[in-house]
C-alpha cells in the first residue's frame, strides 16, 4: 500500500478543519481543544495537533489530508506535518485581512520546509465581506504562477477543485521538472 | 431474567435496538473486560445509568462533569440528603449552586458518555432484568435511544478506523528519539497526560488502558494523537515488521513513473 499526504494550512479560523472534512471519507480524527486565550476566541475549538482525513484511491494507494493547527504557539507541529507531503494547499480566510500577513508568512515557511507545489484557497468567499480573489492576490503579494483559488471550505466541489488544481500542479512540476 | 448472553453474540447496537423497538422497560447488566455497567429503561428510553459500583450517584455524576470540586463532593458525602438523589439535587438547586436545568444536563451527559463507552465494548456478560428499575431516589431522565443508537454507530466507525491504524494493543510505547523536535510546549488534555505517565518498554497499551480505565477506543484515539504529534512511537517486538498503517510516509519521489499515481489520485477526487 503506498500513502501519500498533502498538508493543508493556514492561519487560525481560516477554514482547515472544515476543508478536509468536506472532502474526507472518514469521519475527520480531530485534535480540537477549547481556546484559552482571550484574544483567540474568535471560535469555541482549535486544532492544537493536526487533523486527519483520508481518500482511498484504490487497494494500493490512500491520499492523507493532514491539516496543521492554526495557532502559533503550535507552529512546532508545522515542521513534522511537512515531512513527505506531495504538496500543501494554505487556506486564507478573504474575509479578515488583518490575517493575510500571517498566510504569507506560512505559505514561506512550509515553502522553506518542502519546495513542493501549492495552492492558495481563498477561503470564505460566499461571506459579504469577502475580499475578491484579485485583491487577495495583491494582498498576498502572490507571484502570478501561484494558483489562487476562490473557495468555500464546507463545499466538497470547491474543495475538489482546490486538490484538482493542486494535482495538476504537482503533476506539471514531473512532466517539465519544474521546481519553481 | 429475560435476556442473558456475550456481546460477542449480541452486540450493544443490536440490544439497544431491540429494546428501543419492543419498547421494553427493565434494567441491562454488562460485565465488561475490566468494569461492570448498568443501564436502566422505561418504555425503550432510556432513563438511568450506572458504571462500576459507584457510578450512577448524584454526586459521583456531578462530580465526573466537573460541576463539583473533589472537596465539595466529600462535604456533600456527609449530609443526610446526600443518600437519596432527589433530596440532594433539591438541596443544590435551593442553594442556588445548580439549577435543575444543569443537573439534567449533567444526567444526559453522563448517560450518554457510558452509552458511547458500552459501544466499544466488544466482549461481556449482559443480562436484561425485565421490570426492574432504579430505586425512587434516584433522578431519572428519558432520552431516546434511535439517536443514541446513530451516533454510537457513527463512534464505531471511526473506532475501526483506529483499530486499523493501531492494530495491535499488546505492542508497547516509547517517546520517539527526536532531538530536534520542540516539544516543551506541548498542551496535553488529563487523559493524554495519564496515558503518557505509564509510557514505558514494560507497559503494553493495554496494560495502559486497563490502569487507566480506558476504553480501547480512547486509548487508541489518545495514542494516535500522541503518535502524529511525534511524542511517541510503537515499540515493536523484535523481528516484527512495522504494520504497514504505521509506516512512516515516504516522500514521493518525482519521476515521470509516478505521473501516473497523480492521476489516479487525481481521478479519485474527481469522482468524490
Known amino acids: ?46 486544532t492544537v495537533a493536526m487533523d486527519f482525513g483520508r481518500i482511498t484511491v484504490d487497494d494500493d494507494l490512500v491520499l492523507y ?19 513527505g507531503m506531495l504538496g500543501f494547499v494554505v487556506i486564507v480566510d478573504s474575509s479578515r485581512p488583518e490575517t493575510f500577513r500571517e498566510a504569507r508568512f506560512i505559505l514561506d515557511t512550509f515553502r522553506a520546509y518542502a519546495p513542493t507545489p501549492y495552492v492558495v484557497a481563498a477561503n470564505k468567499q460566499d461571506a459579504p465581506e469577502a475580499w475578491p480573489v484579485d485583491d487577495l492576490r495583491i494582498a498576498l503579494k502572490l507571484d502570478p504562477s501561484v494558483k489562487c483559488i476562490p473557495c468555500v471550505a464546507n463545499d466538497k466541489e ?6 484538482l ?11 517539465t521538472g519544474d521546481k519553481s | 431474567m429475560a435476556l442473558q448472553g456475550n456481546l460477542r453474540d449480541f452486540s450493544v447496537t443490536k440490544l439497544l435496538n431491540l429494546i428501543h423497538i419492543a419498547k421494553k422497560s427493565g434494567t441491562l447488566t454488562i460485565q465488561g473486560p475490566n468494569e461492570l455497567a448498568s443501564l436502566a429503561f422505561l418504555d425503550g428510553k432510556l432513563i438511568y445509568g450506572q458504571r462500576g459500583d459507584e457510578g450512577g450517584r448524584l454526586i459521583s455524576i456531578l462530580r465526573y462533569n466537573h460541576l463539583l470540586t473533589e472537596e465539595q463532593a466529600a462535604t456533600l458525602q456527609t449530609r443526610p440528603e446526600a443518600a437519596n438523589d432527589k433530596e440532594l439535587g433539591l438541596l443544590l438547586i435551593h442553594a442556588n449552586y445548580l439549577t435543575q436545568q444543569a443537573i439534567l444536563q449533567s444526567l444526559h451527559k453522563y448517560l450518554n458518555d457510558l452509552v458511547f463507552r458500552l459501544f466499544t465494548w466488544n466482549e461481556g456478560i449482559f443480562q436484561f432484568y425485565l421490570g426492574i428499575l432504579p430505586p425512587d431516589d434516584r433522578i431519572t431522565v428519558r432520552i431516546d435511544l434511535e439517536n443514541l443508537i446513530m451516533e454510537g454507530a457513527r463512534r464505531m466507525r471511526e473506532f475501526e478506523q483506529l483499530q486499523e491504524e493501531i492494530p495491535n494493543l499488546d505492542y508497547a510505547l516509547k517517546f520517539t528519539d527526536r532531538p530536534d523536535a520542540r516539544l516543551r510546549n506541548i498542551n496535553l488534555s488529563v487523559e493524554e497526560w ?7 518498554p514494560k507497559n503494553t497499551m ?11 477506543i480512547e486509548l487508541r484515539r489518545i495514542v494516535y494523537g500522541l503518535i502524529q504529534a511525534g511524542v511517541v ?12 498503517s504505521l509506516a ?9 513513473e509516478q505521473a501516473g499515481l497523480i492521476k489516479r489520485l487525481a481521478d479519485r477526487i474527481r469522482s468524490l
Not at chain 1, 7 to 22: D, E, L, Q, Y
Not at chain 2, 194 to 200: D, F, G, L, P
Open chain 2, 206 to 216: 493495554r496494560q495502559i488502558a486497563r490502569a487507566n480505565r480506558l476504553s480501547e
Open chain 1, 1 to 46: 500500500m503506498q500513502t501519500v499526504k498533502m498538508v493543508v494550512t493556514g492561519p487560525f479560523n481560516s477554514g482547515k478543519t472544515a476543508f478536509i472534512r468536506s472532502i474526507s471519507e472518514i469521519e475527520v480524527v480531530s485534535t480540537e481543544r477549547k481556546i484559552s486565550l482571550e484574544v483567540e476566541k474568535v471560535k469555541e475549538t482549535t
Open chain 2, 194 to 200: 495519564r496515558v503518557v505517565s505509564y509510557i514505558s
Open chain 2, 233 to 244: 512511537e510503537i515499540l515493536l517486538p523484535e523481528g516484527l515488521p512495522p504494520p504497514p
Open chain 1, 165 to 175: 488544481e493542486l494535482l495538476g500542479g504537482i503533476l506539471q512540476e514531473i512532466e
Open chain 2, 248 to 256: 512512516k510516509i515516504q516522500p514521493m519521489p518525482k519521476t515521470p
Open chain 1, 158 to 163: 470547491k474543495v475538489k477543485v482546490i486538490l
Open chain 1, 65 to 83: 489530508l493532514f491539516g496543521t493547527p492554526g495557532q502559533k504557539r503550535f507552529d512546532f507541529m508545522w515542521e513534522i506535518l511537512s515531512e
